[in-house]
């Protein structure tokens, strides 16, 4: 239910796009990675830990490096323009944003 109420959460930030749309979209990716950043930090703050050992490597000390590969992907994605490769990025990204939502509302 909890991951439910996040992925529709963060599903209000596409607009009235279809699903097909939303799920193909670059726009989703970034929206769910800044979710995704912006959760992370929260729950770190507050005792947490990264769960992601690539992440974690890429937070160290600051978000800079972590955020600066997430739009570098971002980019990618635009300049590719493949919906299948960003889909997959969708459904990595977006279920980790919704999880960490779901975390700091229970």
């Known amino acids: 239910m909890k991951a439910l109420l996040c992925l529709l959460l963060v599903g209000t ?10 799920a193909e979209s670059p726009e989703t990716f970034a929206a769910c990675k800044t979710v995704d950043i912006a959760t992370t930090a929260a729950i770190i703050n507050q005792g947490g830990h990264e769960m992601n050992p690539i992440a974690k490597a890429l937070i ?3 978000y800079i490096p972590l955020i600066a590969v997430s739009i570098g992907i971002y980019l990618i994605l635009k300049e590719v323009n ?15 944003a919704a999880h960490n939502l779901g975390v700091l509302l229970l």
């Open 13 to 22: 930030l596409t607009g009235c796009a279809t699903i097909q749309e939303t």
């Open 60 to 62: 160290g000390h600051s």
């Open 82 to 96: 493949d919906p299948e490769i960003t889909m997959v990025a969708n459904a990595v990204t977006c279920p980790v």
